[in-house]
């Protein structure tokens, strides 16, 4: 029992610091940034006035993910620039019975990123990300879709926020 222990023991300080790294977890390009700033959004689809939903819903993320400090352009080291590229909506599930007619609808939003070094006007990181979410089909089609845009949104800002603070 006693070399039991002590085996077990050995492999707790042998293998306990193994995957875990103290300090900064952001990517290379991003370690020299503290502050950054986002402005509204541009829209490339024909949806309207989602402009400032895309940048408040990627501010909120950032500021809950709590790695950079939002702050005003002309006071940030970075800016943030966001373009909502493309909204689809896709058939997700059919009505029972009636394979023709759909309840369930699957939103996807294409948004491109790029961090942009606001003194040296250097482009930082890149990307696409897609923001999914579903959502049922109600009497109102138009207005079930414009109440699941903020969730594919927020699917959007945190994968945003997950690539400018981790490197994923």
């Known amino acids: 029992m006693k070399t039991f222990a ?3 023991a050995f492999a707790a300080l042998a293998l306990g610091g193994c995957a875990y ?16 700033s986002v402005p509204v959004s541009k829209n490339e689809t024909l949806e309207p006035n989602v402009e400032g939903l895309l940048a408040d819903t990627i501010i909120k993320q950032l500021q809950t993910d709590g790695t950079y400090q939002v702050s005003y352009t002309d006071r940030s080291d970075t ?17 029972r019975g009636n394979v023709l007619a759909t ?26 990300v897609n923001g999914r979410t579903s959502f049922f089909v109600s009497a109102d089609l138009q207005t079930d ?3 699941a845009l903020p969730l594919a949104f927020s699917d959007a800002a945190v994968k945003i ?7 994923f």
Do not use: C, N, W
């Open 21 to 36: 790294q103290l300090g900064d977890a952001r990517p290379s390009m991003m370690r020299g940034v503290a502050t950054i």
């Open 79 to 95: 800016i943030l620039y966001t373009t909502l590229t493309e909204v689809t909506r896709r058939s997700a599930r059919s009505v």
């Open 161 to 167: 926020a997950s690539r400018m603070s981790e490197g």
């Open 103 to 128: 309840s369930e609808y699957e939103l996807t939003t294409t948004v491109k990123y790029e961090v942009v070094d606001r003194a040296a006007g250097k482009q930082l990181l890149s990307g696409t």
């Open 145 to 147: 879709e414009i109440q």
């Open 6 to 8: 002590i085996t077990i």
